[in-house]
């Protein structure tokens, strides 16, 4: 009798640390993606202290928000698909590359990535911001002078943050040349999703903006990586 008491006991041991590890690492990847939005939220709200762009309209835009939900919206898409790609191979990366005007393809690949909801949320943030009566009245260049500027000021938030963290407070010059592509692939890619085709629900085109920035970041890192080598 002692022995099978023994092994109930034992039995009930590791299933109750079996429970506590699960609840455990549930947690942690809840508080991990909970800083991850965060994370956002708090560099939108910086730079909205800091965006004044001296056109009255354009600046009122900037601080609506519709317009910091679609960059919220548009962000965290991009960061769904950088994740997703980071774990693909080399060969298949470069075959989803080859296949962003497959429908088929793009279709089973938003299935596969657990794109869907990410997709719907920066389809709605973008109507929502192409509605505000503000925004209607942008013309084309300043639509343009919106998206450039919020680009260049979250680069020189992260150039600020990235400059207090080095010896001496210096950027060096690869790395100022890193940041005006990386500054260029983010504007790029809010461009390219505010534009895209909203009469029918422009998934695909979304996917396209993300996989454009994400070999325009790729490029950016390898040109680095070069200059680095150079020096």
């Not at 800091?50 to 317009?67: H, R």
Request: charged fraction near 25%; hydrophobic fraction near 35%.
């Amino acid at each position: 009798m002692k022995s099978i008491s023994y092994v109930i006991v034992f039995v009930c041991g590791i299933l109750a640390t079996f429970f506590i590890y699960s609840c455990s690492n549930d947690e942690y990847y809840a508080d991990e993606a909970q800083r991850e939005e965060n994370s956002i939220i708090s560099t939108r709200a910086l730079s909205s202290r800091t965006m004044g762009i001296g056109n009255t309209l354009i600046d009122s835009i900037a601080a609506s928000d519709e317009f910091w939900e679609f960059q919220l919206s548009s962000e965290l898409l991009a960061q769904k698909f950088d994740t997703y790609v980071s774990s693909l191979g080399e060969e298949d990366y470069d075959k989803l590359m080859e296949n962003l005007n497959n429908d088929d393809y793009m279709d089973e690949f938003i299935q596969v990535a657990n794109m869907e909801e990410a997709l719907q949320q920066m389809n709605k943030a973008k109507e929502n911001l192409v509605k505000n009566t503000g925004f209607l009245r942008l013309s084309e260049d300043e639509k343009a002078q919106l998206i450039m500027q919020f680009a260049e000021n979250k680069s020189k938030t992260k150039a600020n943050l990235l400059k207090t963290r080095q010896e001496g407070g210096n950027i060096s010059e690869c790395e100022k040349k890193r940041e005006a592509e990386i500054q260029k692939a983010e504007k790029n890619y809010n461009t390219n999703v505010l534009f895209c085709d909203s009469i029918i629900i422009p998934y695909l085109c979304y996917i396209q903006a993300a996989s454009k920035r994400s070999l325009e970041l790729r490029v950016a890192e390898g040109n680095y990586q070069d200059c680095l080598n150079n020096n």
